[in-house]
């Protein structure tokens, strides 16, 4: 059994509040960010550091429950070696210097991707820390790290049939879902991506089914809580109507609050 099973956008309707549930951001951007100051591609990525804190602390104090963010993806080997090797120092090193303080903060920390191709001490600092975290209740924070979308529905899908191996027909998408490595989640209700690009880039093909999706020019480094902030409000703006009409959306909301008035 999964830790909990969560709300499907595609078989049932979740249920919509003003403050998103779980954001997944992309932070992008990093590069370009330290490019603009003749500094090199990695400073950039030392500087999206301090965005990654305020984010997370913003989260907290606005009631979002899970943060994902997308620190590596299963493409980003294709970078040069020292860049590769850069990140992973990073990773390291921001993991030993901020563990007390996530944990202090009521912090459940996460890892989600395949960690097979990380270098052995990473990975047991990284299981050391979801371990020591595991009760926290605050917020959840999931770093995705060499993750990739496609990778982590196949492993899914290795995972449902090993569990069922005289079953060859009439698997349920929660059959699939418990599998992913973020089961222990909701799908997210905010997509964000920094940095300009409009695509996903292989993050988490399953669960955005049914995100609102906002992208922003600001590059990651730049990225504070005032950009936060606008990104909530575009999202708290939008109509989420999981495939239904406007009218049934207002009727439900009628249903709930009769006083509220008529259309
Ligand atoms: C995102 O910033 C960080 C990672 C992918 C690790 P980039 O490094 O992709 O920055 P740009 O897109 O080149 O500016
Ligand atoms: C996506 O950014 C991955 C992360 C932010 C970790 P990329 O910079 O790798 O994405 P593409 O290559 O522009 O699609
Ligand atoms: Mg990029």
């Known amino acids: ?15 919509v509040s003003g403050v998103p549930r779980h954001i997944a951001i992309i932070m992008d951007g990093n590069g370009r960010w330290a490019r603009k100051r003749f500094l090199p591609r990695v400073a950039g990525h030392s500087r999206g550091v301090e965005s990654v804190r305020s984010v997370i602390r913003a989260c907290m104090e606005r009631g979002v429950s899970y943060l994902t963010l997308f620190a590596f993806s299963s493409e ?29 903060n009521g912090i459940r920390f996460r890892v989600i991707g395949d960690l097979s191709r990380f270098d052995p001490k990473l990975v047991d600092m990284i299981r050391r820390a979801e371990a020591r975290t595991a009760a926290n209740e605050k917020l959840t924070l999931t770093i995705a790290a060499n993750y990739g979308g496609r990778w982590d529905i196949l492993q ?27 089961n222990y989640g909701p799908e997210p209700d905010l997509f964000i991506r920094t940095g300009g690009e409009q695509r996903i880039s292989n993050f988490l093909l399953w669960q955005l089914a049914y995100s609102e999706l906002y992208f922003t020019d600001t590059l990651w480094p730049d990225f504070d809580v005032a950009a936060l902030d606008e990104a909530i409000r575009s999202y708290q703006a939008r109509e989420r109507r999981f495939g239904r009409t406007s009218e049934q959306l207002r009727q439900a909301e009628g249903a709930v609050s009769p006083s509220s008035g008529h259309a």
Do not use: C, Y
């Open 1 to 15: 059994m999964t830790e909990s099973s969560f709300i499907s956008s595609t078989r049932d309707v979740p249920a």
């Open 76 to 104: 980003n080997w294709r970078r040069p070696a020292d860049e590769v090797s850069f990140l992973m120092q990073l990773f390291m090193r921001s993991l030993q210097k901020e563990v007390d303080r996530l944990h202090d």
């Open 156 to 182: 899914a899908m290795t995972r449902m049939l090993a569990k069922h191996p005289e079953r060859r027909e009439g698997f349920t998408e929660e059959d699939l879902s418990g599998e992913l490595s973020l």
